[in-house]
């Protein structure tokens, strides 16, 4: 479909036209000639004016608009459509994240989360939970530094490496893991074990298989 937007070009050729017209109307002498260049000029010059306009009254009406899509992310409304979008998990999540467990990210493509107060994925999280057995946690040794697979924002803000590094950490200062001696991985406090870890995040071992 045919943009009929009005453009820069829209309004700047009539204006120029216009006072190439009014111009060399000005140095004539008044004859019908004179009147008929003076009336062309003034025609160039309201086409001007009503595409200035109504340009500028579209770039105000879209700024307007972005304004009010940014406002409206901060409201309760788009957190409940947000809500809206959720499955199951991610509701469980949420009612989680009430506790301060897992932290709810709205964006455009629906919501995103994080392991409460770190930069841990829950995804990444649930990835380690799940590759982890009954004694230790999967390893931070099998993630590389540079690689994003677990981006799920895809920002680049944080690698897979550093990601596992700090949900170790978390899972050691909430009493959940200990760290192992040399190159052995972190083994599970007594009483805890990945199932444990996953029904506290509002996880299940099927929730990210997709």
């Known amino acids: ?10 309004w700047v050729l009539p204006l120029m036209v216009g006072a190439v017209l009014y111009v060399w109307a000005s140095s004539q002498e008044p004859t019908s000639f004179y ?9 160039f010059f309201l086409w001007f004016l009503l595409n200035f306009f109504h340009q500028f009254i579209l ?7 972005r304004v009010r899509l940014v406002n409206f ?16 998990y991610q509701v469980k999540a949420l009612r989680a994240g009430r506790g301060g467990i897992v932290e709810i990210i709205p964006t455009d493509s629906g919501p ?9 994925y829950l995804y990444t999280a649930w990835y380690i939970l799940t590759h982890s057995d009954e004694y230790h946690v999967y390893p931070i040794n099998r993630f590389q530094s540079g690689t994003y697979h677990m981006d799920v924002m895809g920002d680049h803000s944080i690698d897979d490496y550093n990601q596992a590094r700090n949900f170790h950490t ?14 052995t991985s972190m083994s599970w406090v007594d009483g ?5 870890v996953m029904a506290g995040l509002g ?8």
Do not use: C
Request: hydrophobic share 35%.
């Open 203 to 210: 996880l299940d071992r099927e929730t990210y298989e997709d």
């Open 73 to 88: 992310k901060f409201t309760q409304n788009h957190l409940a459509e947000t809500i809206g979008r959720m499955t199951e």
């Open 35 to 43: 009147t008929i260049m003076t009336a062309l000029s003034g025609i």
């Open 1 to 10: 479909m045919e943009d009929r937007t009005p453009q820069a070009h829209h």
């Open 112 to 120: 995103v989360e994080k392991v409460y107060g770190t930069e841990v």
């Open 192 to 196: 805890w074990s990945p199932l444990k």
């Open 170 to 183: 978390w899972l050691y200062q909430n009493g959940i893991g200990t760290w192992g001696r040399g190159n």
């Open 59 to 65: 770039i105000i009406g879209d700024l307007w608009e």
